[in-house]
């Protein structure tokens, strides 16, 4: 099956800092999406994003399929950005295959 | 619009008792997935369904796990008898055909 994988596990960063998420996954895929979650478990969408850039505030990304990897743009981070970012891609049979995701602890 | 709906929020319950999970998913979307998510690791798939079809349930353990879709719209996740290594997040989610997935909050389940 696609396995996914992120980059890097654990990131600390000081408030109002940038910072960038890598997800590689190891085939072609039909879907990928960005959640994160907050410190109450909810997986908030952040980005349906197969191919191509798009942006969202502070927040933007890009998906490169024929190269098979995706990054998150943080930008300008907050404190509220803490938490867990999860890429997740389609699977064959439409499920969503989830990477180990990137711990994010912004300091104030 | 609403989002993806789950109760309970919160279950603690003693091995080998039953129980049971809920789920409404976002109206209109025809396709309902349960996802199981361990302490710090992502989700992983159960069970799929297309309206009242299960079209994926190779990751369902089916000697104590059951789902139904009944209607096609409201989906219950059930386990009988529960054991300890099924303390988890169960999650709940809704899409459009093979579209954008989302969740709801998730129920998580204390096996003691």
């Known amino acids: 099956g696609i396995q996914v994988e992120q980059s890097p596990p654990d990131l600390i960063l000081q408030e109002g800092a940038n910072s960038t998420l890598r997800c590689n996954f190891s085939?072609?895929?039909?879907?990928l999406q960005w959640f994160h979650q907050n410190p109450w478990g909810q997986l908030i969408n952040l980005f349906y994003i197969p191919s191509g850039t798009k942006q969202n505030g502070r927040l933007s990304a890009t998906t490169v399929a024929t190269e098979r990897y995706s990054l998150l743009y943080i930008s300008s981070s907050q404190t509220t950005d803490s938490g867990v970012y999860f890429c997740?891609?389609?699977?064959?049979?439409?499920?969503?295959?989830f990477g180990k995701g990137t711990k994010l602890s912004v300091k104030p | 619009e609403a989002g993806v709906v789950q109760s309970p929020r919160y279950k603690i319950i003693e091995k080998k008792q039953p129980v049971a999970f809920w789920c409404n998913p976002i109206s209109g979307h025809n396709t309902l997935y349960w996802y199981l998510q361990n302490l710090g690791q992502g989700p992983e798939l159960l069970i799929r369904?297309?309206?009242?079809?299960?079209?994926?349930d190779s990751q369902l353990p089916k000697d104590r796990f059951s789902a139904e879709r009944l209607k096609g719209v409201d989906s219950t996740l059930k386990i009988q008898p529960a054991e300890l290594g099924d303390s988890a997040v169960y999650l709940c989610a809704s899409s459009l055909l093979d579209n954008e997935q989302f969740f709801g909050p998730g129920t998580r389940l204390t096996v003691l």
């Open positions: 997740a891609v389609g699977g064959s049979q439409g499920n969503l295959i």
């Open positions: 085939d072609s895929v039909n879907n």
């Open positions: 369904y297309e309206n009242e079809e299960a079209v994926d």
